[in-house]
């Protein structure tokens, strides 16, 4: 099989692409985001400050 070799190389620029996108999502998002989303389950329907991006 012809150009076999051109897979993994493929494979592990869209492995890499994935975890910087990824990194650069969660800095871009901020910490004060997921400490509301951590905190979430802890917290009552009425006292509920989780801001979504749609907000």
Known sequence: MEGVE???SISL???FAFFII???YLVK???TYWEDAANLPLESEET???KT???
């Open 22 to 24: 990824l990194i650069v």
């Open 53 to 55: 991006s749609d907000q």
């Open 13 to 15: 620029i869209l492995f």
């Open 29 to 31: 998002t901020g910490k």
């Open 48 to 50: 509920s400050t989780f």
């Open 6 to 8: 051109l897979f993994p």
